[in-house]
Nanobody, 120 residues
Framework: EEQLVESGGGWVQPGGSLRLSCDASGVTFSIEAVDWTRQTSGQARELLAHLNIGSGSATYGDSVKGRFTISKDNAKNTFYLQMNNLQPEDTNVYYC?????????????WGQGTQVTVSS
């Protein structure tokens, strides 16, 4: 079952920006880490951004460093991926994921994905 709800995808021209949202209100565990990934049919999933909730540390994939920023809303259980200077090669389906270790076992949640299309 989907526990994360993604939104904000759509069409944008090259050089434009989009902000993706990840609503985690349906997650039953205390989230320790969040990531954004993208995947094209037949290809391996690419990690774009990772956020450690406790430390606030964020890491990014080489292809999006300097262009994408992951963040957390301080007032609600929502995460974002700000995407700037989008290029046609960024066209893909984008996914949000959340995880935590609960009593020594990995718990995970995922979203349905949102389509991002970059073209002129």
């Amino acid at each position: 079952e989907e526990q994360l709800v993604e939104s904000g995808g759509g069409w944008v021209q090259p050089g434009g920006s989009l902000r993706l949202s990840c609503d985690a209100s349906g997650v039953t565990f205390s989230i320790e880490a969040v990531d954004w990934t993208r995947q094209t049919s037949g290809q391996a999933r690419e990690l774009l951004a990772h956020l450690n909730i406790g430390s606030g540390s964020a890491t990014y994939g080489d292809s999006v460093k300097g262009r994408f920023t992951i963040s957390k809303d301080n007032a609600k259980n929502t995460f974002y991926l700000q995407m700037n200077n989008l290029q046609p090669e960024d066209t893909n389906v984008y996914y949000c994921g959340a995880a935590a270790f609960v009593r020594g076992e990995l718990r995970q949640a995922w979203g349905q994905g949102t389509q991002v299309t970059v073209s002129s």
